[in-house]
């Protein structure tokens, strides 16, 4: 079946550190690929994602690769900051018209100054 | 984008009661909606799909007769916690999808924490 497995956290940065945050999924087909943002105390927020093999997404400095050869959709960002705190969660969906999104179990990222 | 809402945001009840949560699509029509459950430090698990005019389709393991969702209309789907118990205490979320061709785009509500005393 479907599933989306990510690195365990916490992940503990400087701020200006750079962040990777390993996500890689099993699916059938061509799944599309999110990361999701979740601030303490708030619902999930988009924070990017990709439709296809090799596309890549970004937003306020993060990115990821679609990497169909290595079943891979990798976080980055080269400097983070104290504000980049939060969870994140890498997630599919099927291109099947209302499917649900597979989540996988969440990085919690603490930034210090 | 697209914006979803939830009512209540928080909401405490006692042990035996029952409790609505609202998940409204505010600019978009939403033919699926999906209900998800968040315990603390762990991941999102679907608990429903909700598409309007038609019954739920309930995940293995969710009691539907305790979970009781209804789609009335396409900008609005409802979930009822029935005779809550302390262990029903969770953060509950819903997510509204706007179909179109291979877009299957998800937009989040911010969610209801639910408290069980």
């Known amino acids: 079946g479907n599933s989306v497995t990510q690195m365990e956290g916490p992940v503990t940065l400087s701020e200006e550190a750079f962040l990777t945050i390993n996500c890689t999924y099993t699916a059938t087909g061509y799944p599309s690929l999110f990361w999701y943002v979740q601030y303490p105390g708030e619902g999930l927020q988009l924070l990017l994602k990709?439709?296809?093999?090799?596309d890549k997404g970004s937003n306020k400095g993060f990115e990821a690769t679609y990497r169909k050869e290595t079943t891979s959709f990798h976080l980055e960002k080269g400097s983070v900051q104290v504000s980049d705190s939060a969870v994140y969660f890498c997630a599919l969906s099927r291109h099947q018209a209302g499917t649900a999104l597979i989540f996988g179990k969440g990085t919690t990222l603490s930034v210090s100054s | 984008g697209a914006v979803v809402s939830q009512h209540p945001s928080r909401v405490i009840c006692k042990s035996g009661t029952s409790v609505k949560i609202e998940c409204r699509s505010l600019d978009f029509q939403a033919t699926t909606m999906f209900w998800y459950r968040q315990f603390p430090k762990q991941s999102l698990m679907l608990m429903a799909t909700?598409?309007?005019?038609?019954?739920?389709?309930?995940e293995q393991g969710v009691e539907k007769d305790k979970f009781l969702i209804n789609h009335a209309s396409l900008t609005l789907s409802t979930l009822t916690v029935t005779s809550a118990h302390p262990e029903d205490s969770s953060f509950y979320i819903c997510s509204a999808t706007v179909t179109s061709g291979r877009n299957n785009e998800q937009f989040f509500g911010p969610g209801t924490r639910l408290t069980v005393l």
């Open positions: 990709a439709t296809k093999a090799d």
């Open positions: 909700s598409n309007e005019g038609s019954k739920a389709t309930y």
